[in-house]
């Protein structure tokens, strides 16, 4: 089936279907099934589909008691939690649209938010966030109600504050008295009003409100689940912040529309605990989760006593991740390597299970490209992962990697009913029902990005292969352009200087230079084990970047990826910073992807003290120093 006739297919499929209608659907067919998992307490709590309904119900009428309805829109700062996605589903189902949050926004980031979208509700899960909120009420005069979910209210609920519980309270006997009145709000949703807007976390200016109408949600959750990995309900875990569309769209959305299983994971740093008990079949993970779970793997290989059995579980994953390469490459694998391998493969299960991933069938990349490494450790323990290309604008998925036709590195094809191209300059262009309705009232800005034919222009740099699977290159607007006028690719320098496990990351320098330098950080949890192993007594970060031992394995590491670029492409000297980057530490993005124009700010000392005369941080050549 061609495009436009898949386009056509799928548009008659959701004809009418609104995320209140997949709701119903998903109570009516999963009804007594687990929807979400929690922890409270220490102990684990569950909600069914039905019980899901209830608690939404009784917010839906409660926000309607207090004058929300169509055409508003309401906050949602939590983490992931029930009451987050409860909250938002009421919200909807009251005939409004929802707004998450992100939980590092400072009061003045809300309160353009706040102001842009002019919310009259907001719901806060502590008294933590309630505090931001309140710092900004007399500034924010659209804001009638702000409900407290955990906490108390402050001064009896002055200010309009509620709890949590008194709505729920208010809501039930709502729906008590008059129960059909939740099926008349939600009825009265149709496919083009607006479901949510995503605020898109720019690193410069304020921040963009990208405007969902329920068909577009529809539309692209039947285009990649049912035509495209023809999805089953799954046991997942949500944990990247519901601020971002990856986490939206695959958990909360993707949850009701296929009947997944949702562990709601409330801080990343638990992720592992999570993963141990709920031993998800559907994982969807950023780059930096593959890293770290790798590293942990493989740190936990390397602390094993037993040298023999140490070195025959490296020499399993060696000869696995080589077998992977031939078969990449359409070689031959030697008959010997192949029962090698087959033989392994309890081995690599084991290894899978140390990290809750022995019953995944869907391993999932997103949000940033893998470098190639990840991708051979993962396809070489039996889970090759299968990358997902999208953005906000385009409601999460436009491209992906099919479970039958695997590759890597690649963003796979363009879903069904979606069409993708590439522009004069490489540029990926996207049309499709996917392709959000705009720019909250920003016209101008959504000019910019989709053209007159309604193309998106992505802002990736993309080839595509003789297969038909597309893969980026770059990000057009990072390319560096060195004083001589070369345009270099930072990500791919980057993939190449991470070949060190004890690199956890690497930013690449050199715009208006003469040369490429790079930025190095520790893995804060493979760095000091590495260093240990080999007598390093360093107890922090710090110390470790200043270690002699450290600096010339970070050599090692440049010089090794130096062999693959050309001349002007490589490496010259480096610094090693002795901290970790995190989203609250602001060098990432809520979901770790690199905040370049933060980076090259903050660190803006180090970065010109390489360049000086005399040069600061480290020779990647120690033999002579560049110019």
């Known amino acids: 089936m061609d495009v436009l006739a898949e386009r056509s297919a799928i548009d008659a499929a959701v004809s009418g279907k609104t995320v209140c209608t997949i709701f119903s659907d998903a109570v009516r067919k ?61 919200i909807v189902h009251a005939g409004g649209a929802a707004i998450s949050v992100y939980n590092t926004l400072a009061p003045e980031q809300i309160e353009y938010v706040a102001n842009h979208s002019e919310a009259s509700v907001a719901f806060v899960e502590d008294e933590g966030f309630l505090a931001k909120f309140m710092a900004i009420r007399s500034s924010t005069p659209h804001l009638r109600h702000v409900v407290l979910i955990r906490g108390n209210a402050p001064d009896g609920g002055g200010d309009g504050v509620m709890t949590w519980s008194s709505l729920l309270e208010r809501g039930r006997e709502l729906v008590a008295a008059n129960p059909s009145a939740f099926a008349e709000s939600w009825r009265a949703v149709g496919p083009e009003d607006t479901v949510s807007l995503i605020y898109t976390s720019g690193t410069t200016g304020p921040p963009k409100g990208v405007v969902y109408s329920h068909n577009n949600i529809v539309w692209t959750l039947e285009s990649i689940n049912n035509r495209f990995w023809h999805l089953e309900p799954q ?38 605990q999570f993963l141990l008990e709920a031993r998800p079949t559907l994982f969807v993970g950023v780059p930096r989760v593959w890293e770290k779970l790798m590293a942990g793997i493989n740190a936990g290989v390397a602390a094993e006593p037993d040298e023999n059995k140490r070195k025959m579980v490296q020499g399993a994953v060696s000869a696995a991740i080589s077998s992977y390469r031939l078969r990449r490459d359409g070689q031959p694998v030697p008959p010997e390597l192949a029962a090698a391998v087959e033989k392994a493969q309890p081995l690599f299960m084991l290894l899978r299970a140390k990290v809750g ?5 869907l391993p999932v990349t997103s949000t940033a490209p893998c470098r190639p490494e990840l991708h051979e450790f993962w396809a070489a323990l039996g889970l090759p992962l299968f990358e997902v290309w999208g953005m906000s604008e385009l409601t999460g998925p436009a491209t992906a990697v099919p479970q039958e036709a ?67 290159i770059d990000r057009k607007k990072e390319l560096i352009i060195t004083s001589s006028g070369k345009n270099i690719s930072p990500a791919n320098l ?54 002699p031992v450290v600096v010339e394995e970070i050599r090692r590491a440049l010089n090794v990826a130096n062999t693959h670029l050309s001349r002007i492409e490589q490496f010259k000297r480096f610094t090693i910073l002795g901290t970790e980057w995190t989203p609250e530490s602001e060098e990432l993005t809520p979901t770790l992807k690199l905040k370049r124009r933060v980076i090259y700010s903050k660190y803006q000392p180090q970065i010109e003290a390489m360049y000086a005369t005399p040069p600061g941080g480290h020779a990647v050549d120690a033999a002579r120093e560049e110019s």
């Open 30 to 90: 999963w009804g007594d099934k687990p929807a979400l998992r929690w922890k409270e307490n220490g102990d684990w709590r569950t909600l069914t589909w039905s019980e899901y309904r209830d608690e939404v119900a009784a917010v839906t009428l409660a926000l309607r008691s207090l004058g929300f309805g169509p055409g508003q829109f309401g906050l949602i700062m939590a983490r992931n939690a029930p009451e987050h996605v409860i909250a938002d589903l009421g």
């Open 235 to 272: 046991t997942l875990i949500s944990y990247l912040p519901l601020a971002h569309v990856a986490e939206r769209f695959t958990s909360q959305w993707g949850g009701m529309f296929a009947g997944h299983e949702v562990w709601l994971c409330p801080d990343p740093n638990t992720l592992l």
């Open 357 to 361: 991933l022995d019953r995944c069938e």
């Open 406 to 472: 695997h590759q890597a590195p690649s963003i796979g094809r363009a879903i069904p009913g979606v069409e993708v191209k590439l522009g004069e300059d490489g540029e990926i262009l996207v049309r499709g029902g996917n392709v959000m309705v705009g720019y909250y009232k920003e016209p101008g800005k959504t000019s910019d990005i989709i053209d007159a034919d309604g193309w998106v222009h992505s802002g990736d740099i993309g080839e595509l292969g003789a297969n038909g699977q597309f893969r980026i």
């Open 494 to 547: 980057e993939a190449l200087a991470k070949s060190s496990p004890i690199i956890g990351q690497a930013v690449a320098v050199g715009d208006s230079r003469q040369f490429i330098s790079v930025l190095v950080v520790l893995d804060p949890q493979v760095a000091p084990a590495w260093a240990k192993a080999r007598g390093v007594d360093a107890a922090s970060l710090p110390e470790l970047a200043e270690d």
